[in-house]
């Protein structure tokens, strides 16, 4: 691979779906990459106060370092057959919020009935996450039943009317991750960026990990399909439309 130099002009999203190393610096900056993907990365670098000389050498630094193994440790999911792709999207990342919305409605409850009292904000917590998961159980079930299956009819039948029918529901998805993306914001604020306060058991700190956890399993999650799928799909259409 030649050398790639990032600049602060490039959407956020696309400087992770070239590079997706880049997705473990923007969370440590709090750059949202997946909801907030279609924006200039200098936007998000002004949004969070950040040094724009710092955040652009780290990321090209961190290019530099992993370039030449690059091929071998990080997959492309730019340029791997669509089928592929969906199936990692399902098997990684819905298998991942099956095994874990469960678990961490067992733990939001249990930590609001334990210290509920003296930390006021866990009500805000519990609300927030049943929120989402009660919003991603049904999310999960729209990509399962309508978009992926309409997309491997499409790459079985190449019938634009089942490449249609995946792209018709986008907006829709989009919408979705958009209001997922608000969530995770509005528990990290009201986390305190889940730090952990003195005296609590360590259920209370194994819930704000698993928070953290599931936050960054989302935004990779929705990067996938807001910055590489989806755009692919359209990309398909427009090909389709030309012939």
């Known amino acids: 691979m030649g050398r790639f130099t990032f600049t602060s002009d490039q959407k956020v999203g696309d400087i992770v779906a070239k590079f997706p190393g880049a997705g473990e610096i923007f969370k440590a900056y709090q750059i949202d990459f997946c909801c907030g993907g279609d924006k200039p990365l200098i936007e998000a670098i002004m949004k969070q106060g950040l040094d724009e000389t710092e955040v652009l050498s780290k990321l090209n630094e ?6 030449g193994q690059f091929a071998a440790v990080e997959k492309s999911w730019v340029d791997a057959p669509l089928a592929e792709l969906v199936e990692f999207i399902i098997h990684r990342h819905h298998g991942y919020l099956y095994e874990n919305l469960p678990k961490l409605s067992q733990l939001t409850t249990t930590i609001l ?10 009500s805000k917590v519990y609300k927030l996450f049943h929120t989402i998961k009660m919003e991603l159980d049904e999310h999960l079930i729209k990509e399962e039943t309508i978009q992926y299956p309409a997309i491997r009819e499409y790459l079985a039948s190449g019938a634009a009317a089942d490449l249609d029918k995946a792209i018709a529901v986008i907006q829709e998805l ?4 958009a209001g997922a993306g608000d969530i995770l914001k ?3 604020k009201v986390t305190g960026d889940y730090a952990i306060p003195d005296g609590v058991c360590g259920t209370f700190e194994l819930t704000y990990t698993k928070l953290k956890e ?3 399993d989302l935004f990779e999650h929705i990067h996938l399909e807001n910055n590489i ?6 990309n398909v259409k427009k090909q389709f439309i030309e012939k």
Request: hydrophobic share 40%; glycine share 4%; aromatic share 10%.
């Open 214 to 216: 599931l936050e960054s």
């Open 113 to 122: 009935k334990v210290h509920g009292a003296t930390h006021p904000e866990l």
């Open 174 to 177: 989009e919408d979705e991750h």
């Open 186 to 188: 509005e528990l990290r």
């Open 229 to 234: 799928l989806f755009p692919r799909l359209f």
């Open 62 to 67: 961190h290019f530099e370092v992993v370039q």
